[in-house]
């Protein structure tokens, strides 16, 4: 990663994640100020800390968010898991060994994704809390409304759901006289 990444991926205001999150920000920029930044990686994981997914990496899937790990090059043994950065969390989880069938390096595709979408990487149906999204949306009119993050355009759609009930029946209670 480099320093426009980090420029871009800067929110407006100290401490207010916005687009961006502001702690993906503050890690990146920590890292960047130790001469560090050139070194970190993203990798998807196969393992988790408990078990093993036995899937391979689906950038379609918001669930494989969950496996990403900022990584570094220079001992590559240890990282920073990416929902645990968003919350503010940095603490380092380790590997026994980084085994190539188990990671896979995603840093190109995220930093594009990153760039375009924002924190809407990671909720693309538009329907996760976020802190700071206060003005996440632009009310078109009452039935539009569009993604400032992202530029995702939505309509409402009204849902009618069946709701069964039980009535009295009428014509049979006249029919058997009870
Ligand atoms: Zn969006």
Redesign the pocket.
């Known amino acids: 990663m480099n320093k426009d990444f980090l420029k871009t991926i800067k929110p407006q205001s100290r401490g207010k994640s916005d687009k961006y999150a502001w702690f993906i920000y503050k890690y990146l920029f920590e890292q960047s100020k130790a001469g560090a930044l050139k070194y970190y990686k993203i990798m998807w994981c196969r393992k988790t800390q408990n078990s093993v997914a036995n899937t391979e990496f689906d950038n379609r899937k918001e669930n494989s968010l969950t496996n990403i790990y900022l990584i570094t090059d220079i001992d590559g043994i240890s990282g920073v898991n990416l929902s645990n950065v968003i919350m503010g969390k940095f603490y380092e989880v380790y590997f026994d060994a980084i085994n190539g069938e188990d990671f896979k390096d995603i840093t190109e595709w995220f930093v594009k994704e990153y760039v375009l ?1 924002g924190r ?1 990487l990671f909720d693309s149906t ?1 329907t996760k809390y976020f802190t700071d999204a206060e003005h996440r949306f632009s009310i078109l009119d009452e039935s539009n409304k569009v ?1 400032n ?2 530029g ?1 355009a939505f309509k409402k759609e009204v849902e009618y759901i069946p709701h069964e009930k039980w009535v009295i029946n009428e014509d049979q209670r006249h029919q058997d006289g009870r």
């Open positions: 979408k809407c538009h993604c993050w992202c995702c």
